[in-house]
Nanobody
Framework: QVQLVESGGGLVQPGGSLRLSCAAS????????MGWYRQAPGKERELVAG???????NYADSVKGRFTISRDNAKNTVYLQMNSLKPEDTAVYYC???????????????WGQGTQVTVSS
């Protein structure tokens, strides 16, 4: 059993900052790519940022220069530092990870439960 648990969402004013965390737990042998997605009401889920096991990152154009993704492999945790937040960043943010399960000898993709981020004055 593997779980991804997000934390750090909330209400923030435009221009403010938030830091999201996502910790993976369970029967984990290895984690490859990790990422953050978001879904606003009435819109499709979209990739916000991703990070490989070696630390290579990629970002959606809409968040480049404002958001930073990082990970702590020892803690099986990925972070998303969000600065200069805008109302259009309002969405439910989901953590995603590719995890190797030793007992199954296979890779599986997991999602967190989501955390709400609301940017409003």
């Amino acid at each position: 059993q593997v779980q991804l648990v997000e934390s750090g969402g909330g209400l923030v004013q435009p221009g403010g900052s938030l830091r999201l965390s996502c910790a993976a737990s369970g029967s984990i042998f290895s984690i490859n790519a990790m990422g953050w997605y978001r879904q606003a009401p009435g819109k499709e889920r979209e990739l916000v940022a991703g990070i490989s096991s070696s630390g290579i990152t990629n970002y959606a154009d809409s968040v480049k220069g404002r958001f930073t993704i990082s990970r702590d492999n020892a803690k099986n945790t990925v972070y998303l530092q969000m600065n200069s937040l805008k109302p259009e960043d309002t969405a439910v943010y989901y953590c995603n990870a590719d995890i190797f399960i030793a007992v199954q000898v296979s890779w599986h993709n997991y999602w967190g439960q989501g955390t709400q981020v609301t940017v409003s004055s």
